[in-house]
């Protein structure tokens, strides 16, 4: 099952044929896969070539960050749920890096230096019980949300960013706070990111249970 955490095995960017193959004839799915292996030779050609900051989203207008208001919460399966001001997150160990952003429509940014934290700060704080198996990212404005396996969280290049080639976020790219995890197609990483959720189960994402896959590893 691709919702194993310990499954490392890399799994397709495009929905399984058995999610789809019900809903869609066979044609219209052939067709669908068709134009998405095409899709993904044209991304893998113009990346680079049209490198450069897009705007994605699906929230009009876009969440309005108040830092006397916002909160970061960590909550549901952990010993001891929390919550951060911006003040307070800014606070937490800091770790800068440089990676990749990718979206699944064939665009990226090469080279993005991220400020953040590592999710495994909040771990340690938060406490995981035995049964917490994924974590749920949800944005403000509760309509957009994305999850991760704990071991996809711990990744060495996975965090929860605030600053973005050494500025904060601005209000298009997530402000306050976004999650990145660059091995896999960026819609995993909600933007305007306001609650971190430890559950038992898998959550599925906003475009998740719109027939993109779960584990979004980067095939290019
Ligand atoms: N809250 C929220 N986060 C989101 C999205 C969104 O629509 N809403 N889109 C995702 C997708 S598909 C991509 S490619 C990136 C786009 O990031 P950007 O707008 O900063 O370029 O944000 C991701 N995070
Ligand atoms: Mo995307």
Redesign the pocket.
């Known amino acids: 099952m691709t919702d194993d955490p310990r499954d490392q095995r890399e799994q397709p960017a495009y929905p399984r044929p058995g999610l789809f193959a019900r809903a869609l004839s066979r044609r219209r799915f052939l067709g669908f896969v068709a134009g998405g292996a095409l899709l993904a030779v044209a991304g893998k050609r113009t990346l680079g070539l049209l490198g450069g900051?897009?705007?994605?989203?699906?929230?009009r207008p876009?969440?309005e960050f108040d830092p006397a208001t916002y909160r970061l919460v960590v909550d549901g399966l952990v010993e001891r749920p929390f919550t951060l001001t911006y003040d307070e997150l800014r606070a937490l160990p800091p770790v800068r890096q440089v990676s990749d952003?990718?979206?699944?429509?064939g665009?990226g940014?090469d080279d993005v230096r991220w400020d953040g934290v590592r999710l495994q700060a909040i771990m340690e704080q938060a406490r995981p019980t035995a049964e917490a198996r994924f974590l749920t990212f949800h944005?403000?404005?509760g309509?957009?949300?994305?999850s991760l396996s704990m071991r996809q969280a711990m990744f060495g290049d996975t965090l929860i960013a605030y600053d973005m080639d050494g500025e904060p976020?601005s209000r298009?790219?997530?402000l306050p706070l976004?999650?990145m995890m660059p091995q896999m197609?960026?819609?995993?990483?909600?933007?305007?990111?306001t609650r971190i959720e430890f559950r038992s189960v898998r959550d599925h994402g906003?475009?998740e249970q719109r027939g993109w896959a779960v584990n979004a590893w980067i095939k290019i």
Do not use: A, M, Q
């Not at 900051?53 to 929230?59: A, G, L, Q």
């Not at 952003?101 to 429509?105: L, P, S, T």
């Not at 309509?143 to 994305?146: E, G, K, M, N, S």
């Open positions: 900051w897009r705007f994605n989203t699906v929230e876009v969440p952003f990718h979206c699944v429509e665009w940014v944005s403000l404005g309509i957009y949300r994305d976020l298009s790219h997530g976004r999650l197609y960026d819609y995993k990483g909600p933007k305007w990111l906003f475009w």
